[in-house]
């Protein structure tokens, strides 16, 4: 993935692996996580996030506080270190583990902030579709297209297909724009022109 998919925003600073390390140690702590754990293990940390709001989304505020924790505890180097290419690129990192590494924590930008009244009022329907066949299609449809030619209409037709997936799963049009936003705001850096659609209305982030 070319460099020019994230954009600079990380003031020149670079993500010292040492540092992300024990950032992540510390984060670990909250959800029993085991101390080895790192970001080279995206799809665990993903999964254990998931499965923890799953059993109580009340915990959210709990959730919410990590990642801040986690966000001061890295400093400028946060940018650097949740940049897509950077995980990618890594040798110890494979596709799969370093797009959920990325997710998780800028998911959980969106579900902590823009997000945080659906994720709280809607959980009991939105935590079940990502198991969903239209939510695995539309994730498996985007990795069996997206590349580096076009990286961003792959994400936006993605983000397209999330929405139509959470509006149907839970009948209501914000249901459907967490669904897409909740994707888009992964890759926010990587394609600032991304849109989100709720009903006849496009947002534009």
């Not at 990192?93 to 709280?120: H, N, P």
Request: charged fraction near 15%; hydrophobic fraction near 25%; aromatic fraction near 14%.
């Amino acid at each position: 993935m070319p460099q020019e998919f994230e954009l600079d925003e990380s003031n020149g600073s670079i993500c010292n692996v040492a540092q992300l390390n024990y950032c992540q140690y510390l984060f670990n702590q909250n959800f029993g996580l085991n101390s080895s754990v790192s970001y080279d293990q995206g799809s665990d940390i993903f999964s254990t996030i998931q499965d923890y709001l799953n059993s109580n989304v009340r915990q959210l505020n709990k959730v919410c506080k990590a990642r801040t924790n986690f966000y001061h505890c890295l400093g400028q180097s946060y940018y650097s270190c949740m940049n897509l290419h950077t995980r990618l690129e890594s040798n110890n990192t494979d596709s799969s583990d370093g797009f959920d590494y990325i997710r998780t924590f800028r998911g959980l930008e969106w579900a902590c902030g823009g997000g945080f009244r659906e994720v709280m009022n809607q959980w009991n329907c939105l935590e079940s579709l990502p198991t969903t066949n239209a939510y695995q299609n539309c994730m498996s449809s985007f990795k069996q297209t997206v590349s580096t030619n076009n990286f961003c209409p792959s994400i936006q037709q993605a983000g397209d297909c999330l929405n139509r997936v959470y509006r149907n799963g839970c009948d209501n049009l914000e249901a459907g724009h967490y669904g897409c936003e909740s994707f888009r705001y992964t890759f926010y850096k990587a394609c600032p022109g991304l849109q989100c659609s709720m009903g006849n209305n496009t947002l534009i982030a």
